[in-house]
């Protein structure tokens, strides 16, 4: 995905089109959220195929194997498609996979309230057609509505009773993360410790969850961090490798090209350019 973000409405012609068409299952290199507004959608993810009508909302991770297929429901059918790469919210990838990945497909039952998100959708359109489109504005607004779904997504967890314990470590391993992920010396024996249990069992968690270990994740989460301090700060790429745990540049620099294909220098070149 080329564009940092994408928005376009999915409509009854579309529908017909993919129903008439070869469909896969496939992955994406960019994360995605669709918003039924009218019609119906059959989605096989997790190995599971399950039949959702609108209204309803569907977040896809990057790298998910998945299929949709759109069905019409009295000749309609309206999905917003929502896609955007995983540093568009700098450091949301792990909070958005640890809310959804267990709960990909959600039905709004409350119609007011799925008018509004209809309405945040709405204003993300019009700014990323505009003249001038602001990623700042949309941005927000993404935000707001990933926080309007997160207050659905909760209503429906306390119905269905506790997350299982799983979800509930990874999360906390998640939250560990966010205030540690700075420090040199927090590795995967410190994490463990911190949710008193084996670093066997934190790997077996993360696996599971995020098909990553638990370094895995720790890097990509310092490299997000890096990336966000190479596009919107002056600082110098040792200043930016210190800040976020790597005592020497050298180290950083190999990292950071060996998880992106690009040298931090190249990097933010790229970006500047860009901007």
């Not at 068409?21 to 669709?34: A, G, K, S």
């Not at 370094?215 to 919107?232: D, F, P, Q, V």
Request: net charge negative; hydrophobic share 35%; glycine share 4%.
């Amino acid at each position: 995905m080329e564009e940092q973000f994408r928005i376009y409405r999915f409509t009854e012609a579309e529908a017909e089109k993919v129903a008439n068409e070869p469909n896969e299952p496939h992955v994406h290199d960019f994360e995605e959220l669709l918003v039924g507004v009218e019609g119906k959608l059959e989605h096989l993810i997790d190995f599971k195929a399950d039949l959702y009508e609108s209204p309803f909302v569907s977040f896809i991770t990057k790298g998910k194997v998945h299929k949709v297929k759109p069905m019409l429901v009295d000749g309609r059918c309206s999905v917003w498609v929502i896609r955007f790469s995983a540093d568009f919210i700098p450091g949301s990838s792990f909070s958005l996979y640890s809310l959804y990945h267990d709960a990909a497909n959600i039905e709004i039952r409350d119609p007011d309230y799925f008018r509004r998100m209809v309405m945040i959708c709405e204003m993300m359109n019009a700014e990323y057609l505009s003249d001038r489109p602001s990623l700042n504005v949309i941005r927000d607004l993404l935000k707001a509505l990933f926080s309007m779904i997160e207050v659905e997504r909760e209503k429906i967890s306390e119905k269905q009773g506790a997350p299982s314990t799983q979800n509930t470590t990874f999360r906390n391993f998640l939250n560990i993360l966010e205030e540690n992920f700075r420090r040199p010396e927090a590795g995967v024996e410190f994490y463990a410790e911190k949710l008193f249990m084996s670093s066997r069992n934190l790997n077996l968690i993360c696996q599971n969850i995020m098909r990553m270990s638990v370094s895995e994740i720790i890097e990509t989460r310092r490299m997000t961090e890096g990336k966000n301090l190479l596009s919107y700060t002056d600082k110098s790429i040792s200043e930016i490798g210190y800040e976020i745990g790597y005592n020497e540049k050298s180290c950083f620099t190999t990292v950071f090209k060996k998880t992106t294909g690009v040298t931090p220098s190249k990097f933010r070149e790229q970006i500047k350019a860009i901007i």
